[in-house]
């Protein structure tokens, strides 16, 4: 079961990340430097609820951790899209 997959996009198994919380992350971006769950294609939004509910659960903290910000851009655009908005302009 330690070999689950949790974040799809970094290959981040629930192994790394209760490895992680044991070694002290208990937050979101700290999990995030710690095993990089949350930085792939998605950033986070397919993985991020269950690695919260798997730090409240391993941390045992009645209050939610701390969760990760969006970064930009906040919809993944294909190079392709780019390349042709500068050709228009």
Not at 46 to 67: D, G, M, S, T, W
Not at 69 to 78: K, S
């Amino acid at each position: 079961m330690n070999d689950l997959i949790v974040c799809r996009c970094e290959g981040v198994r629930l192994s790394d990340i209760l490895r992680a919380a044991d070694e002290g992350a208990s937050s979101m971006p700290g999990m995030k430097k710690r095993v990089r769950v949350g930085m792939g294609y998605c950033q986070g939004r397919v993985c991020q609820a269950a690695v919260r509910n798997l730090l409240e659960f391993r941390v045992n903290h009645p209050a939610k951790p701390v969760l990760q910000r969006a970064q930009a851009p906040v919809r993944p655009i294909r190079l392709k899209d780019i390349i042709n908005s500068k050709s228009a302009e």
